[in-house]
């Protein structure tokens, strides 16, 4: 190879080192992305908390198919949930417990919504200083058969006053239904109401003693059914002169043909 090419050559291969090391300076310093990871999120921890797998309404039996174990965030534990690590054995021994309160589907179990097995089963739905009296209804009596256990209804009296006119009233207001008949609980499978023919309601002592009045002077006792939307309303109220005089003494009532006829102090013991 001649010189002259050689010399050529050299050149050719340094002017190509040259402007690679130009344009390797150019770029200027080589940039460094750090990519963070994702924080690591603890879990919350979680207990086991007996709940219901059905809505179950007022009188219902608890049984191991209508409760279970569910995951519930430690931090929403409320005081009277069944655990599973205090009570292991819950749905076992839960088995035939009265439910005293609705209990929804999903909603954890109480001990305050539900009663004992062992307790007979209309005392266990009755709440502290109730009573359950009963009275007798029919078609036209009892709004056509459809009031249903735990309504509300208002207790009218029809009786006669003076000169043979009737007279009506509301002797009890917003009273809770128990049963009707010896059914304690509403019908979830779509069956047509049944036509009963008494009705125990839920009253405070002083309304046993009213209700008891009442049925010795009316002609007729009605239950009118109220709305849903009125639950929330007072449910002592009665006619006190059906329980004692104005000055609110215990009295006792002498009623002869729908009147009374005599109110007299009752005599201390």
Known sequence: MKPARIIILVVAVAAA????LLAVNMRGPAEVIVQQSEPVVEKEPKVKVLVATASLPVGSRL??????????????????????AERPTALK???GAVVRLPIFE?????????????????????PAGKRAV????SVGTGAGGFILPNDRVDVIMVRKGDNDQHLTETVLSNVRVLAIDQ???????????????????????????????????????????????????????????LLS??????????????????SAGASKQ
């Open 106 to 126: 999903g909603e954890p179990v109480r001990q305050e919504k539900i009663a004992d097995s062992s307790s007979r089963i209309l005392s266990a739905l009755l």
């Open 63 to 84: 049984n191991e198919k209508s409760l279970r174990w569910m995951d519930w965030p430690k931090s929403d534990l409320v005081q009277g949930f069944v655990t599973e």
């Open 134 to 137: 009963a009275t007798d209804i």
């Open 183 to 241: 059914q304690i609980e509403e019908k979830n499978d779509g069956t047509k109401a049944v036509i009963g023919t008494t009705a125990t309601l839920e009253l405070t002592p002083e309304q046993t003693k009213v209700l008891a009045a009442a049925q010795q002077m009316a002609e007729r006792l009605s239950l009118a059914l109220r709305s849903v939307a009125d639950a929330q309303e007072q449910d002592n109220r009665a006619a006190a002169y």
């Open 245 to 262: 005089g104005e000055s609110g003494s215990p009295q006792v009532q002498v009623i002869k043909a729908g009147q009374i006829v005599k």
């Open 17 to 20: 080192g040259m402007a690679g």
């Open 93 to 95: 021994d839960l088995e």
